[in-house]
């Protein structure tokens, strides 16, 4: 029995050496399969066919000219399957389709979904009429990736705590794989938006990296050597620093200060207005605008000095207007003052998809990574 249960592991981890290394390196040949992942040809032959009528890679062609042997080329079948991405901390949730290439099929917005009940049965509902709309089979989602604002347990199974959601100790991954069948994965929401980035935004190659939002919410995702750096406690990433520029917070004191200026916006239109108000030289907001600056400014850059990461993203309404953002950019590489390089400083490229993208792509990810020995 031993015997057997070693074979299967072994199996299994060589099938997904092949399919990481075309995933990562396709269209690419049997043989250069066998070259690249040090597997004899008879077990890369013998395999790939196994995957192939999974429908998950398909064949597309040959490669070679002239009298000599032409190679069949293999690669991801982008219509083998599909990834669902869900953002529960954004307002309205978002939804997203992948297809196994990464590329982004579709995008929704959905109700509000807070509260166990809505999480029990809601959720499940929403995701089945957003899949059906698209016209795919149930069969082809192959991971539904969830976006939590709130705290999970070492396993990533269970909601800790989360304010936004209005629960605790809640075991949302059982509860969606018993209504949908289908694989879930639970993810931090600033460390999906971190990894969106990673995977295929603005720090995609990069392995240590800082992502700071500052949106309803304010707090970091921090990658160090590929790996999510969630802390001794699971709470790293908190930037309680950063609370008094959070949308809600930052609009409702500028209302409170400035009525006349701001009557009748909505959060994101006080804040762009405040800015415009502030970059034309318009006091008191130009003050405050650079009060806001220097403080933002002073934290990023003791964050880069401490832990001297590949590049710093920034998400969130201080990104919105491009002159603001250069300003906040450049005061945070002058505190940084290295000694070597200054680091890149850049705005996140998924913006408000940012944590719908990561869930779907870390569902992507488990797919195609590489096994290891447990």
Known sequence: MIKIGNQQMLRDINKSTLLHTIFHHGPISRIDLSRKT?????????????IIREGIVREIGTTGSGVGRKMTLLNIDSQGGYIVGVDLA???AHCVLLNLNGELVATQ???PIIGEEQLRSGL?????????KQNIPLDLIKRIGISIPGRLDDIQSTILASTYLKVRNFPLQS????????????????????FAERFSGA??????????????????GLVLNDQIYHGSRGTAGRIQAFDPFCTPTLSTKLKAEYPEAFDGMTAEETIRSFIDLA?????PFREQADRII??????????????????????????????????????IQKRENSLVATTPVVASHWKKYGAAMGAATFGLHEIFKRKTVQ
Do not use: R
Not at 175 to 194: H, K, R, T, Y
Not at 203 to 220: S, V
């Open 38 to 50: 040090k597997l004899s040809p008879t077990t890369v032959s013998i395999l790939m066919e196994e």
């Open 90 to 92: 954004s307002s309205p």
């Open 109 to 111: 917005g959905l109700k």
């Open 124 to 132: 499940p509902e929403s995701i089945t009429a957003f899949i059906d």
């Open 175 to 194: 509860c969606l794989e018993e209504a949908l069948s289908i694989p879930a994965l639970l993810i931090n929401d600033l460390d999906a938006a971190g």
């Open 203 to 220: 720090a995609k190659g990069d392995h240590t990296t800082i992502f700071i939002m500052i949106d309803y919410g304010t707090g970091a």
């Open 279 to 283: 970059l034309m030289g318009t006091e």
């Open 294 to 331: 220097t403080d933002m400014a002073d934290y990023c850059g003791k964050a880069l000095q401490l832990l001297n990461p590949q590049k710093m993203i920034l998400g969130g309404w201080i990104t919105d207007n491009g002159l603001f953002f250069d300003k906040l950019v450049t005061a």
